[in-house]
């Protein structure tokens, strides 16, 4: 692991900014993923009923 400073410093507050906007994007990455899964399930029931 990278020393990321002294707790308090800009580059320590810098570094848990980055942390904290990465598990943002991993869970909005997971959410879209479950979205996609989703609407692919419905799609597949629509056609089933439209034959």
Do not use: C, W
């Not at 400073?5 to 994007?25: C, D, H, Q, W, Y």
């Amino acid at each position: 692991h990278q020393y990321i400073g002294k707790a308090g410093s800009p580059a320590f507050l810098k570094a848990v900014e980055m942390m904290k906007n990465r598990t943002k994007i991993e869970a909005l990455n997971q959410v879209l993923h479950t979205l996609e899964l989703g609407l692919n399930d419905l799609v597949e029931e629509a056609a089933r009923f439209q034959k």
